[in-house]
Structures are given as C-alpha cells and as structure tokens.
C-alpha cells in the first residue's frame, strides 16, 4: 500500500524534534521533484488487469471505455485518490459506501444535485446584522459561505467546478474597497459561477460581463465611449484581460496546448492580437454600471436599492456606449450596433478561435488533476471542449454539443486515462493547494459545527503573520487578476524547474509559508478550537451586533476523531487508517514507521485524553508530509 517514499527514502531520524522533523519533510519539497514512483503505476495497471480479468474481459489500454467504468472507486485507495480531485475531500463515509460502485453514476447523481447558492448563504448572514457597511461578519460572509458549501455541501463536484473557474475568473474582495465592503458583489459572482459551472463557457463568460463585481474590479463599471473633445478613451482593462486571462492567452496554441508556431519555441510564437484590438474590443464594453446612480450609492450606501445593484447583472446606458464602429481579431461591427448586440457578437468571436480550449483546458486540469499535463492529455480535453460532448463510461452521452461545454470538460478531465494510469508517473501529479487541504481535513473527520464566523483564525489566511499561522491562501481575496500562482509557474531552484515543469501552487511556498501551514493545522488537527478565547468572541458580538453564542465558539470546527480514536493504542492500523482517508494510500512505509516512532511517544494514560492527543498528533504529521502534500 505504501508506494513511495519523500527525500529518496530518507526521512529525519527518530531522534530530532517533532517541529524540526516536520520542517524538514515540508522543506525537501521544494528541492524535489513533483512526481510519482513507478510502484504506483504498476499497482494501478495491477488492479486495472484483475478487475478486467474477474470480469472476464478483455484487457484494453483504452480507459474511456466502459469496462473501465468502476476503476475509480475500485478500492479504498482510488476512491480516496478519485474524491480528492473531484471533491473537498473524501469522507469516511465515502470510503465505505463508494467502493464498487459506477463512476459514472456518481457524475451523473453530482450533475443533478441541487447547487448551494451564495447569495441564499449572504441573506442568512445579513438576516442576524442590524447594520451592514464596516461590520466584520458581513464582510466575511462570502468567505465564510464558501467554507461552509465547501465542506458540508452535496454538490461536491460543482463546488469544485465553481472553486477552480473562481481561480480563473478573478475577482477580490482583498483591496479593501467596495468589494470588500459590499460581499453581495463576490456572492453574485460566486453565484453566476455555480449557475453556469455544469454550463457553456460562452454562456459564463456573457454573465460574467454583466457582473457587478466583474466590473468593479477591472474597472469597465461605469466605462465611456471616446470624447474627441476631453480626449477620454474607452477603459480598456476588461478587454485586456478577457483576450489575455479569461479565453485565449497571448499566444496561438496548438489543440494540445503547444505553441502553435513550433515546438515550444518562444521565438517563434505567433501572437493572438495587438493593441489596435484591445482598442477595438474596449469600446464593446462601454455603457454598463449599476442600476443606481453614482449620486444614490454616495450618498445612501446602506439603502436596499444599492445593496442590491451588487447583486444582479449590470444595465446597459445607450448614451455611454460607443457607437462607432468596432473592429477586433478580424470581425467589424458596424457602427450604431447596440451594446448587447455588440457584446453578443464580441464573446462569439472570442470563443471562435482556436485557441481558447487548450489554453481553458490545460488550466482545468491544473485545477483538478496534475500541474504538469502532457500535450496528448491537453488535446483530448480540447477535443471534448470544442466538441461539447463526452460519452461517459456506461455508455451516457453528457454536453450540450456546444463548444464549450464544462460539463463534458470536467468529465473528461477527471476520467482520462492519464489520470487514471499516468503515461509518465514521474511528472504526473500536483501539489494540493491550502486551501483543499483544510477542506479536506474537515471533511474526512466531520468537523462537527462548520461556524468560521466563530473560528478567527479563518479570518485571514491570505497573511501568514496573523497568529503565525495561516495558508497564505484566502479564497476571493487573490492579490491580483492573475490568482495566487499563475498556471504556467516554473519553480527555480528546483527539480521540477530544472525539468521545465510547471507547479502553480510552489510559487506561495516560502521559508513563511511552510511553518505558517504546519502551525495551521497543527491547531486544528489538535481540536484546539475547543479552548477558544470567549471574551474576543464576545467583543466581536458587541462589534457585530450579533447575538453572541459561546456554545458556537468553543465547538466550532471541532473534528470527530471516534473512529481514530479505537485505533490510538494500534499505530500500525491508524496510520493505515489515515493513509487511505487522506492520502489516497501514497504514504511511503519510511514516513508511517518515522511517524509511528514520534506518537508512540505520547504515552497511554488511565484517561481518554493521551488517544486524542495521539490522533491530532498523527494526523498533523501525515498532513504535513511531503507524501500526502503532493498528490497524484
């Protein structure tokens, strides 16, 4: 079961310090390779081959077909693995319900279920606020509404959808501005994405256009046509980036997302557009801005018209758009063209070029699946993307036929075979981000009630000085447009880098970075919500105008270790245990018996309390190791 080992096998001894020993597996990440031993390639086309053979087929290098349909819920292991893609992470209740059963079943049953709304989550926020503006709990809410669709919610896999087009789609509350004053702006946002996350990318990006938040951020809300007189242009950020970030790149690509001018040579690239069409493309986007006037949002902030204007799409003012005529990446629309016909007709010739689906494709599957694709896995992605159709494994066609459609995206994604059987194990993989690894801490122990707005140290993640801990990741508060790492990041200094592989999520691993997180769970693992400061909380109240419950405080995020518990006095079997939950069964047997060594170290007592302490123990230790932060 244990497949691979970190540092080559070396693992601090036995004898340095727990927080010393931790430091140094976490470190030899970032001096490694991201990658995968061999073993687990050959254990998988193992259990491949027997699941074929006990079903009498033909073995078949082809994983899209149906006989492959129950390979990723095969085991324990694979459900694990399979759920830390597709989800916030596997429940222990998964593990015993999934195993056996069809994949494509379960797409199908996350396809229908009901999405967990944010703005439903923002109303039952505000319903406890008696004001609005400024109060602390009302600025988080959107935050703290992602935690809770995130680790309670059903609709697992749109969540994931929503998350990973979050980090595409880019807007953030970070700036302290309106953003951060008005959450009905993220929540909207947020909103449109889980409206359109099993949709057609044409569809999402038209909502997006319209979006308040959209607008705010990349400064086209309120945007004007050309004055010969004053000299003023048409803003041209949101054109910018719409070209650069959220369709086609800088660059032409091939379907299989190499440079479409050679080989992956830099130099012989051929750009997609220049200014004159950024130019063009500006003046589509002048006209829109809220429902209220600049003079009402001044001057009433708190009024229900304003607080409203964030949550529904921008309207179109006819005199502020341009009306001349607009030329773009070869199409010309004529002058006196409205702007929602004109911005029908722009995002239509943005989605006609070619370039758009290997260039949205190989983000998604960053976001899901490896760091690091390979151009055959990127083109059959693409395929389904222009497609806008995938035949799952039993035979069930998924996708409006459009070209564009996510829903047929992510299931080919999460269902190819170079995700199922990596073609080249040792650079397949990825590096599970902040963020997943709480949520996924969280859910394999239940933590029992899901309250950040009773957790501070949820609060801000994005800083790693706050408590000295955090994850330097705080979703909706990304420094930039570009997200918290960019999707092409090569790491220097590395492995990796040295072998041109790109790891996003190694560019916010710093010296900071790493005790921050170890610091992090480490608080949590140790169910040390339990002891929280009520007086704080009780100023908060006072702040917030909330009814303060210390009940909330103190059980907020406390996990349910039962079941770990009863294997505290059988290390062998919890660190098993913990190996399948979290690990998808890729910790290496040199890590396990280094660990074994240092909670064997918490001695039996007559009371309860030494198995809690060994459990959090443990479960700090394998979420911090090397083996269990790169995933594959």
Avoid: C
């Amino acid at each position: 079961m244990f497949k691979r080992s970190a540092n080559n096998g070396e693992l601090p001894g036995p004898s340095m310090p727990l927080r010393v020993r931790i430091v140094a597996v976490l470190l030899g990440l970032g001096l490694s390779s991201l990658s995968v031993a061999q073993g687990a390639h050959d254990t998988f086309r193992a259990l491949l081959r027997s699941v074929q053979e006990v079903r009498g087929e033909v073995i078949n290098d082809d994983l899209g077909n149906a006989e492959f349909d129950a390979i990723p819920f095969a085991s324990e292991a694979s459900t694990s693995r399979f759920l830390s893609q597709a989800t916030f992470g596997a429940t222990q209740s998964d593990l015993s319900t999934l195993v056996g059963t069809s994949v494509s079943d379960w797409l199908l049953q996350q396809f229908s279920e009901e999405p967990s709304d944010y703005l439903a989550a923002l109303d039952g926020y505000q319903a406890q606020l008696p004001f609005l503006i400024l109060n602390p709990w009302n600025r988080q809410a959107t935050t703290f509404a992602f935690w809770r669709h995130s680790i309670t919610g059903d609709d697992q896999l749109r969540q994931r959808m929503v998350y990973a087009l979050s980090q595409i789609l880019v807007i953030s509350n970070a700036g302290g501005d309106a953003l951060t004053d008005y959450p009905e702006a993220v929540a909207y946002h947020q909103s449109v994405l889980t409206e359109f996350g099993f949709g057609n990318y044409r569809n999402l990006l038209e909502a997006m256009t319209y979006s308040p938040g959209m607008g705010f951020y990349l400064t086209y809300m309120g945007n004007q046509k050309e004055d010969p007189e004053t000299g003023r242009q048409p803003d041209e950020n949101y054109a910018r980036e719409i070209l650069q970030l959220f369709t086609m790149g800088l660059v032409a690509l091939n379907d299989d997302g190499t440079l479409a001018g050679g080989v992956n040579d830099p130099d012989s690239s051929v750009e997609l557009y220049d200014n004159h069409d950024i130019t063009g493309l500006a003046k589509v986007f002048t006209g829109l801005d809220r429902r209220v006037s600049r003079a009402e949002a001044k001057n009433n902030p708190e009024a229900p018209e304003v607080l409203n204007s964030w949550r529904e799409p921008m309207v179109v003012y006819p005199a502020k758009h341009a009306q001349n005529e607009k030329t773009f990446l070869g199409l010309t629309i004529p002058e006196n063209t409205n702007a929602v016909d004109s911005i029908t007709l722009a995002l239509d010739q943005l989605m006609s070029v070619a370039s758009v689906g290997p260039f949205l494709s190989r983000q998604l599957i960053q976001r899901f699946t490896t760091s690091n694709p390979s151009p055959a896995y990127i083109s059959r992605v693409t395929q389904v993307f222009n497609d806008g159709r995938y035949t799952l494994p039993n035979g069930i066609a998924i996708g409006g036929g459009l070209r564009g459609d996510l829903k047929a995206t992510i299931a080919a994604i999460l269902l190819d075979r170079e995700n199922l059987e990596p073609e080249a194990p040792n650079t397949f993989g990825k590096l599970r981000e902040p963020v997943l690894r709480f949520t996924q801490w969280a859910r394999a122990f239940n933590a029992g009630t899901v309250t950040p707005e009773y957790t501070l140290e949820l609060y801000d993640l994005s800083s790693v000085s706050n408590y000295g801990q955090g994850l330097a990741q705080h979703p909706f508060s990304a420094p930039s447009v570009f997200n918290f790492y960019r999707p092409g990041y090569v790491p220097p200094g590395t492995d990796s880098g040295a072998a041109g592989m790109t790891v996003p999520e190694l560019q916010i691993v710093t010296a900071e970075t790493i005790p921050a997180y170890m610091n992090f769970i480490t608080f949590f693992a140790m169910a040390s919500t339990q002891h929280a400061d009520l007086a704080v909380y009780r100023e908060i109240g006072g702040l917030t105008g909330v009814n303060f419950d210390p009940e909330l405080a103190r059980t907020s995020f406390l996990p349910d270790y039962s079941t770990e518990k009863n294997l505290a006095d059988d290390l062998p079997a919890l660190f098993d245990h913990l190996n399948l939950l979290l690990a998808g069964g890729a910790l290496s047997q040199a890590a396990v018996d280094s660990f074994i060594d240092v909670v064997a170290g918490v001695p039996v007592e007559a009371s309860d309390d030494w198995r809690a302490t060994r459990v959090g123990l443990a479960v700090a230790l394998v979420m911090t190791s090397a083996d269990y932060l790169v995933a594959y």
